[in-house]
């Protein structure tokens, strides 16, 4: 029988936040495998320093990447914009403001728009390089913004339960949506013409996976219910020609998980499919002893030759969570493979989500992953490596409690390696 952890079930809409866009912001832009073999991809990793960005979201462009987040790692919410020729090094190229920090980027209206959640802001750029806040748009009210999706000339932001147009990122309307509650977690251009995804609350621990559609961007329509959707969440959606992948999570207690990645594939954003994810590096299962164990498939993206989708892999102990960077990828979004864990991949200890994937791009040549780490810092793993990559310390273990006094013992951890 298994050792009662520490780590308990919280209340769903702390999860859905804590696992969105924006505090794990599913990223914009666009990667790809080789193959749908996932083991065949190598990464290497690159470790930003405490005192680095702090990027929630990035996109190809400009001069290679534009990157949008937080300003530090300490208690000041300020924004943060940089550019990077490489996704190695980066260039602030916006001053901090305050009260603001940066969940999603998108290539769309004048350039670039950015947003930031709360304050519900916009910031806009022809280049990457000079930017400009909008002036604060009065519909946006007490919104809390998650992402922002650009095509056919329109803009759409979306956030919890409300959605937003624009065509130019300067001037914002709020669209008709069906009365609901619970929280759009991504929208993308595709489908009809744009599709969003995110979840309600069905019970105390309950969640269900909801998908709305639009012709326009301005008048919304909710899909019907579907059983695919049922003791989930949809946190990342993106298209690509005529097809939709969307990804997430389910809880299944036959195999005792509470988090088990998952993705759903369409063609016209109303009927879903559930695509198959092999993952053989999930743990046991500790449903029944209430641990928040498992993986989250939250950042997404498409690339010529297939489809990488990137996340938080948990596994609880006794009074704390190692949370490691998983990567899953597909070449046609139906059978995904993990690649195999390894030290590189490994992010933090912790009580709480803490540590885990923000965003994913990818340019002609390469596919970023972005994150946060033990530090904290902004960590990126790019595909295929890179020089000047580096793996981690060990990280301490930590052992199952037990019933004897100060059974609960975790190994010291090792001298952390020098900010680079």
């Known amino acids: 029988m298994r050792a009662a952890r520490a780590v308990r079930l919280v209340p769903l809409v702390w999860l859905i936040t804590a696992c969105s866009p924006g505090v794990a912001p599913p990223g914009s832009a666009s990667p ?160 009809p013409g744009f599709v969003a995804v995110g979840s309600i609350t069905v019970g105390s621990m309950e969640a269900e996976g909801v998908v709305w559609t639009s012709v326009d961007g301005r008048t919304w329509d909710r899909v019907a219910d579907r059983p695919e959707f049922v003791m989930s969440q949809l946190l990342a959606v993106k298209a690509h020609e005529t097809k939709l992948v969307a990804t997430g999570w389910t809880t299944d207690a036959e195999r005792e998980l509470f988090f088990t990645p998952s993705a759903w594939t369409s063609t016209d954003g109303l009927t879903w499919l559930r695509a198959t994810v092999n993952d053989d590096s999930l743990p046991s299962g500790g449903l029944a002893d209430g641990a928040l164990e498992g993986a989250v498939m939250s950042a997404l993206a498409r690339g010529p030759a ?45 009580g709480s989500f803490r540590f885990g994937v923000s965003s994913v791009a990818a340019s002609d040549d ?34 199952v409690a037990t019933d004897e006094p100060g059974g609960v013992v975790a190994t010291p951890a090792p001298p952390a390696p020098a900010s680079p």
């Not at 102990?317 to 991949?345: C, K, L, Y």
């Not at 946060?372 to 052992?399: F, H, K, M, N, Y």
């Open 306 to 350: 297939g489809w990488v989708s990137a996340g938080t892999a948990l596994d609880a102990g006794p009074e704390s969570m190692t949370q490691d960077v998983a990567i899953w990828t597909t070449d046609n979004g139906d059978v995904w493979q993990r690649v195999p864990p390894h030290r590189r991949f490994e992010a933090g200890i912790s």
């Open 32 to 191: 790809s495998p080789t193959s749908a073999s996932a083991g065949s991809m190598d990464w290497s990793r690159h470790d930003l320093g405490t005192e680095g960005p702090q990027i929630h979201s990035m996109v190809p462009g400009g001069p290679g990447y534009v990157g949008v987040g937080g300003a530090t790692f300490n208690d000041d919410p300020g924004s943060g914009i940089w550019t990077s020729e490489d996704a190695l090094t980066w260039t602030s190229v916006d001053p901090p403001r305050a009260d603001r920090s940066l969940v999603d980027i998108v290539a769309g209206g004048p350039g670039f728009v950015a947003i930031s959640a709360s304050p519900a802001a916009v910031w806009t750029s022809p280049e990457g390089l000079t930017w400009s806040e909008v002036e604060p748009e009065p519909d946006f009210g007490d919104a809390v913004l998650t992402a922002v999706a650009a095509g056919d000339g329109r803009l759409v932001a979306v956030g919890q339960g409300d959605i937003w147009t624009s065509s130019d990122g300067l001037a914002w309307q709020e669209a008709d949506v069906p009365a609901q509650e619970g929280t759009i977690s991504d929208v993308t251009a595709g489908g």
């Open 366 to 399: 390469r596919v970023v992953v972005v994150g946060r780490t033990d530090g904290p810092q902004t960590t990126l793993w790019i595909s295929p490596p890179q020089p000047g990559g580096s793996e981690p310390a060990p990280r301490p273990s930590v052992a």
